[in-house]
């Protein structure tokens, strides 16, 4: 069974770092590429960058770029998301998501909670 | 970067009713574009994907066309478990993008 799950909740205070993951489970991680998407309270969803694990290949959206960092660990099959100084403006539920099996078949994490506050 | 553009925003249907949403896409993106449904506090499902196939276990009463720059989803016959928000997702071309959403309510 394809699975892709998540780290738990985060709480943070501006400028703090933060890592979030997502493991892949089910297919081979290495084949696929796998992306996060970001979703601010009432808001839409956001594609903001997609990395493929076997080469490390990332391609960020312009918005998102040099904001965060994506990487992966083949070896654990886990992808990351990555922030060096978090803002208040980060406050959102990020969910990663990857294109497995059949072209266009999205499967989802079940999402993390990112809260930024003094 | 493509945009996609996707509308209405919002639309107000009953029960019954035949529901369509369209999504342009700003350059053609063949058919590589899915649509994702999601209810308030949950993960977005997945529906169509390659524009016009049904995932297995989506009612028949959803449906996805089109190819190139326009697409549509539409509901037959809307229940009461179909009121969410619907966003399609262009993954023919890096960056790929979403729709803006469009909110199905009473």
């Known amino acids: 069974e394809v699975q892709l799950v998540q780290s738990g909740a985060e709480v943070k205070k501006p400028g703090e770092s933060l890592k979030i993951s997502c493991k892949g489970s089910g297919y081979r991680f290495t084949n696929y590429w796998i992306g996060w998407v970001r979703q601010m309270p009432g808001e839409a969803l956001e594609w903001m960058g997609i990395?493929?694990?076997?080469?490390?290949?990332?391609r960020y959206s312009p918005s998102f770029r040099g904001q965060v960092i994506i990487s992966a660990d083949k070896s654990i099959s886990t992808a990351y998301l990555q922030w060096n100084s978090v803002k208040a403006s980060d406050t959102a539920i990020y969910y990663c998501?990857?294109?497995?099996?059949?072209?266009?078949?999205?499967?989802w994490g079940q999402g993390t909670l990112v809260t930024v506050s003094s | 970067d493509i945009l996609m553009t996707q509308s209405p925003s919002a639309l107000s249907a009953s029960v019954g009713d035949r529901v369509t949403i369209t999504c342009r896409a700003s350059h053609g993106i063949s058919d590589s574009l899915a649509w994702f449904q999601q209810k308030p506090g949950k993960v977005p499902q997945r529906l169509i994907y390659?524009?016009?196939n049904l995932h297995t276990g989506v009612p028949s009463r959803f449906s996805g066309s089109g190819t190139g720059t326009e697409f549509a989803l539409t509901i037959s016959s809307l229940q009461p478990e179909d009121f969410a928000t619907y966003y399609c997702?262009?993954?023919?071309?890096?960056?790929?993008?979403f729709g803006q959403g469009t909110t199905v309510e009473i």
């Open positions: 997702l262009q993954h023919n071309t890096f960056p790929w993008t």
């Open positions: 998501a990857s294109p497995i099996g059949v072209p266009g078949t999205f499967f």
């Open positions: 990395i493929y694990p076997d080469d490390s290949e990332i």
């Open positions: 390659m524009a016009s």
